[in-house]
Every structure is written in C-alpha cells, then in structure tokens.
C-alpha cells in the first residue's frame, strides 16, 4: 500500500487521481488533499478519502473549512500546505501553473516520489530543480507527451547513445484548421474548446496557442537531457499516439492509447509495474486512422519562440513561462484577444533580463519579477 498526497486535488488532474484510487483502494491511501480555495469539492473528497490532513491555499478558503470540518481533520495552508508532501511516498502535482513549484521542491528535497503534471515548476526552475534529483527522489512525468518517452524508454528518463530525437505529437489543438483571419476573433470558450482532451482552463489555452508543446518541448529537454536540436513536434489530430522516440537506425517507437490522462497518471503510481486496470485501450481492430501534419508556423508562431527560448536557457524559459501565465489569465478574464497572448509573451521576451537563478528563491524572484513586466505589458495592450 502507497500513501498519496494529490495536490491538486479538485482539478482535472487530481480528480483523475482520486478515480484511481476508488479503482484501487487495496493498492493506495490518500493522505493529503489539497487545492487553491475548492472548499466544495474538497469537504466531498475528504470525507469520501479520510486523508491525515486537507490543504487550501488560500488562507479564507482554509478558515471556511476548519469551520465545516471541525477539530477531527487537520486543516493547513501557507507553509504547512507545502511540508504536509513528506507525510507520503508519493506526490501529485496536480497544481496549476507556478505555484506549483514549492511542491516540486519539496517534494524532492524530501527524497520522494513526485508525479509531475505541473510542468510549469519544472520549466520556471529547469536545471535548479533537475538538481534537486540528487536527495535520492524520482521525477515521473504524468504529461502525457512525456509519460509516452518515458514507456518507450522502458519506464525509465535515461536515453540510450543510440536516440536520434525525441518527437512530440501535438493535437493541433481547437484552431487547428481555423483561417488565419479568423484566429483574430476567437473566444475564450472557442480556446477552451479542446477537441481531444478535457482539461482544466489554464492548458487548454495552452493547447489551443501550441505554448503548451513549447513548453512540453522544453519540459522534455530537462526531463530526457535532450538537446533541442534532437527534439521535434509533429501534429497528429487524433491524439493516439502520444509520443514517439526515433534510433539512429531510423527505427521509431510509438507509444498508442486512447486518450485518457488517467493512464499517465497511473504509470506514475505504479512505476515500474502498471496498473492491473485498463485505461484508454485502443479497441483493436476497431479502424482508426492517424495522420500527421506539420505545425504551421505562422499561425502558431509560439512552438519557434519556445524553442529559441529553450536554446538561450538559463531564467530564459522561466521568463516565459511567467509572461505566458500572466497573458493567459489576462485572456481569460478577456482583457486581451486570443492572439495577444503571443504579441504579449513574445514583447516580454524583448523585455528579458538576462540572468541564471542559482536557487528555488532566484527563480521565484525572476519569476515575480517577469510578472509584473508582462502585467505592464498586458496594460498597454488592454487600453490600445
Ligand atoms: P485545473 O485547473 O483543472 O486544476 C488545478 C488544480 O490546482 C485545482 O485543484 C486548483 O484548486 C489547484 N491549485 C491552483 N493553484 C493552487 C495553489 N496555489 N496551491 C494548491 N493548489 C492549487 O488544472 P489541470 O488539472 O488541468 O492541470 C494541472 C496541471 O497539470 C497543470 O500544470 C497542467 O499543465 C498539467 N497537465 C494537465 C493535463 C490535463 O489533462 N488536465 C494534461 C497534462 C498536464 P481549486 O480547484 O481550489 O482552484
Ligand atoms: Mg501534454
């Protein structure tokens, strides 16, 4: 029996989790929960799980559920929050966005397992986390794209002498085939609209601008240690396959499934072995077709930026990854278009101060500091 905190644990990834779980309660106990400010969602799965202790990030939302609760379950937020990973042998991180980064952390420092859908941690803090694998904890992506190298690789984030590239398919996302006038007037619920995955608001805004397979791109590199150079993305709208890896031999393994982001999960959970429940089979012989296309670049010019920006390393992608945070919220609260979000990011770039964080506090800092010159960004735009 493993004990689990899911951090995270009202989102899309987090309740895929907790399904998991209901699958397999002789094989895992909940020990923590813990989102943002959920209080609903969070009192049904704590009564429905029993953990050790529930979380809440925001500090009015924890109040409100100490008062729902009573003294029988532990309540915790700010610092607390974060410590309560160590009482498990294996962390979720389900959270959205940056703020997920003190989980990683101390996830890691702690020496456990973390399972990583939070990429934006690994992103902001790149080879200051990457680090951190030296307290004797393991790093299993749950990013579909990434759990995919990662079977082909025989569950495992070494790559042999013989790989040639990693390839990252990509949906293509809501706009796949929208005209590129067209692109000028889409909505945030056209963005959320994604056609192959249910996910939370934050990276279907992601899939539907390609920042969310610039930043795969980038998440795959820290992962693998794979050069950019040995790392390309190629669309395939059916979403079967969710990664391939090619040998210098010019053989390529694909890695297919139906797709259902409980299966990723699930290898995070019972790595190295699997779970003894099928997800997302493919149904064989049913006829499926897969096709593939190449990104357009013009459309979708955020994949090339990503890139360019993975290459100059350093706090570079976690610049980025702020300014992208900060236009995407900016979008959704529909103060920016759509297609703002790059002319943001992109002017933030412009805008980079050069610099290396040497540790979790430097990159928080660049982080933070990223935010509120894309913010002065998102002003302009906002009032032009
Ligand atoms: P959701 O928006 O559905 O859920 C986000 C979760 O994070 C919620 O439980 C939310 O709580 C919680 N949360 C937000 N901020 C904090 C915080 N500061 N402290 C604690 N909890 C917090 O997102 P997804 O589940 O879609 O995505 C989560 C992560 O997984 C992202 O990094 C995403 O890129 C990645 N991912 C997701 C995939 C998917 O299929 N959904 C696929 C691949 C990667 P509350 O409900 O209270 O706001
Ligand atoms: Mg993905």
Redesign the pocket.
Known sequence: MKSLAV??????????TLDLVRQDPASFEVVVL??????E??VAQALEFHPQVV????EV?AKELRDLLGPELEVVTGDE?IASVALADIVV?????F??LR?TERTLRAGLRLAL?????LIGGGEVVMALLDKGGELIP???EHSAIFQLLGQSREVPPSLARLVITASGGPFRTTEAAKLELVTVDDALAHPT????????V?SSTLF?KG?EVIEAHYLFGVPYEQISVVVHPESLIHSMVEFVDGSTLAQLSMPD?RL?ISLALYHPGRSPVPHGTMGWPTAATLTFEEVDSGRFPSLALAFAVGKAGGGAPCWMNAANEVAVGAFLEGRIGWRQIFATVSSAMERYETGSPLDIDEVIELDRRARVVTSRIVQEFAHA
């Open positions: 951090m995270g644990s009202t989102g899309s990834i987090g309740r895929q813990a989102a943002h400010s959920n209080v969602l969070l979380g809440l990030y925001d939302a929050l991180n389900g959270v959205m966005g703020a997920g989980i859908a939070n990429k934006e941690s749950v990013d579909s995955w249910s996910m939370g608001p934050k990276i279907s992601d969310n930043l982001m990723p």
